[in-house]
């Protein structure tokens, strides 16, 4: 297993954008038995947010890799603004 390791002087914005594809796959993963209405642009944002919010939580002493956890936390918010939205 490689150990994520944020980049010295990058922003979370650099990081956000070098990983945006997996982003993307974890928010359409999550939301690919919606209806075709629903509209996914607050839910990619909400999977953002929730990336971010990993990359500032991460911690290797829990033995997970940053990816689960990152995808943990993507699912999380996108579902959390599913229920606001609700």
Sequence with gaps: M???????GAS???ILRQHEG???QVVGYATKNLP????RDPL???GRVGFVDALR???????TSFRSYAMT???????DELR???
């Design 2 to 8: 490689v150990e994520f390791v944020k980049p010295e």
């Design 12 to 14: 979370e914005d650099e």
């Design 22 to 24: 997996f982003v993307r």
């Design 36 to 39: 075709h209405y629903v509209d």
């Design 44 to 46: 990619l944002n909400a």
């Design 57 to 63: 939580r991460y911690d290797a002493a829990y033995n």
């Design 73 to 79: 936390r993507i699912r999380g918010a996108v579902f």
């Design 84 to 86: 606001r939205t609700d």
